[in-house]
């Protein structure tokens, strides 16, 4: 596929060649997007680096650039302003609402994208998301935080009770592929809509303060720690319904 974005011949440096970096390079390459490893020839330079050293990477590389250039970071959580380190620089953060665990050889269809930036940088990267077959959102810089964490909670940290029930079926042999389509993949296809609690079930929910307890104590005595998450989710849960 060959991206076409009419009156803008632009080229791409990708600082941070990891996981996302990678992905990107290669997502552009596949639209035939220039991609150089020259940083002079460069005319988008994008940031795949951590939140910690962002704004010194950003200073290093505008110190050694005189023409006019344009930064943009793939953070979920700062807003654009952490890379304006020269008032001249046109700024962006488009950060994908998706996980990559491996560096893929093209981009993924059907991400979510957040935008939050210069306007000029949207009319460079809009027809970006476009052709990769995104979903391309704009957010205001007060909502990078709320959006970063909301992130987290369904994409990271959701892992943890998910992780547990695997160790668990692991020890016991149950099916837990099966299990996972059968309960986990309906349940998040239900509440895509909004209004999750209202869709939530199990013993917590009806108020089985019994059966709670009791299967906190078992993973107590047979996974130590586990037993915390269930709890305090359950707690949750509870505190949700009364």
């Known amino acids: 596929m060959t991206f076409r974005n009419p009156g803008e011949e632009k080229s791409h440096f990708i600082h941070g060649r990891g996981r996302l970096g990678a992905t990107i390079a290669n997502g552009l390459g596949k639209l035939g997007v220039s991609v150089v490893d020259d940083l002079g020839q460069a005319d988008i330079i994008w940031f795949c680096v951590p939140e910690k050293v962002l704004k010194s990477e950003a200073e290093k590389i505008a110190a050694g650039m005189d023409t006019e250039i344009r930064f943009v970071h793939t953070s979920g959580l700062l807003t654009a302003e952490a890379v304006r380190v020269r008032p001249d620089i046109q700024v962006a953060s488009l950060h994908p609402a998706y996980s990559f665990p491996n560096a893929l050889s093209g981009m993924p269809e059907n991400i979510l994208w ?15 998301v476009s052709a990769w077959k995104g979903k391309w959102v704009e957010i205001a810089a007060n909502a990078k935080i709320p959006y970063h964490i909301a992130c987290v909670l369904m994409g990271n940290l959701v892992d943890v009770p998910v992780a547990a029930a695997e160790e668990i079926c692991r020890e016991f042999e149950l099916p837990f592929s099966e299990m996972t389509a059968s309960l986990l993949l309906p349940h998040i296809e239900a ?28 993973l107590h005595r047979n996974f130590p720690g586990q037993e915390q998450v269930y709890a305090i989710l359950s707690a949750f849960i509870q505190k949700k319904n009364t």
Do not use: I, N, Q
């Open 114 to 128: 957040t935008f939050e930036g210069d306007a000029g940088m949207r009319h460079l990267l809009s027809p970006l």
């Open 191 to 218: 509440v895509k809509a909004g209004r999750v609690f209202e869709k939530t079930t199990g013993p917590a929910s009806r108020g089985d303060f019994e059966t709670v307890e009791r299967e906190t104590e078992w």
